[in-house]
């Protein structure tokens, strides 16, 4: 029985074979069951494969590779799903010069990564990739800006419960109290940059890159700026690079977070 990423799989090859075909359901389901018939992998229309194959074509439509198509007439009114054209978006797809974000392996690789995932931070992950495919970009940008500001709460709450007793972990505790991210980010960054030359080769190189700049692109730029009426329009490109990003930078926090353990002295 073939596994979900396999028909998903199956299911673009079909679309590639004849992109510019108008699509009945039917039709096309045939050619995906002709597909795995070629592979001699068992499939069952009738069964579970059946129903994965047509949730997984409905996604495709989600994500913008297809579009239903007019009746006879010409007129949308009435249009049946079972009918659909593939997009430009998706003939592009097909044509090898974009790929369709699956984005889902994004939740499986953090699940299968980390020590654990946070509850809240999968949960506004799930929505960004949901609002992505949706083609809300600001949206979901928004949405990854919430669950990077969680992930870096995070931290920062390791890096105060591990600090030794004395006025830094004074003055972040009282900043923490303030629940104000960019003034406990401040704090933070302030004493963390008098720690960096303790800090392991792999988690100084990539401070910087990891913790600044994806703290600032990700809650200070797209976060505040797309979740405000200034005028500011997030791509499609610029949305599923800070999906991608998220997971590199979850991974680095992990990874200092873990060091802040046992490691931090007076500095």
Not at 158 to 182: A, F, H
């Amino acid at each position: 029985m073939p596994t979900r990423k396999e028909i998903e799989r199956v299911i673009f090859d079909v679309l590639k074979g004849d992109r510019r075909r108008q699509w009945g359901l039917a039709d096309f389901l045939a050619q995906v069951d002709d597909h795995f018939r070629a592979k001699r992998i068992p499939f069952d229309l009738q069964n579970d494969d059946g129903r994965i194959a047509k949730e997984a074509i409905w996604e495709m439509a989600n994500k913008g590779l297809m579009m239903p198509h007019p009746n006879s007439t010409g007129a949308w009114d009435q249009t049946p799903f079972p009918r659909f054209n593939v997009t430009s978006f998706g003939e592009r797809c097909a044509e090898g010069r974009q790929y369709p974000a699956g984005l889902d392996d994004i939740i499986d690789v953090l699940r299968e990564e980390l020590r654990e995932i946070d509850l809240t931070v999968e949960f506004y992950l799930v929505e960004a990739i949901q609002t992505y495919h949706a083609q809300c970009y600001n949206a979901s940008a928004v949405m990854v800006g919430v669950a990077a500001e969680k992930v870096i709460r995070r931290l920062i709450d390791s890096y105060q419960s591990n600090l030794p007793e004395g006025r830094q972990k004074d003055e972040l505790q009282r900043v923490l109290q303030q629940r104000l991210i960019g003034r406990i980010f401040e704090v933070f960054n302030k004493q963390m940059q008098l720690r960096l030359g303790k800090l392991p080769e792999h988690l100084k190189e990539h401070y910087r890159p990891q913790l600044e700049t994806i703290y600032e692109s990700m809650i200070k730029s797209l976060r505040d700026d797309a979740g405000h009426p200034k005028g500011i329009e997030v791509d499609r490109w610029q949305a599923l690079a800070h999906l991608y990003l998220f997971i590199t930078y979850c991974r680095y926090c992990e990874q200092l977070s873990e060091w802040f353990k046992g490691n931090l002295t007076s500095a």
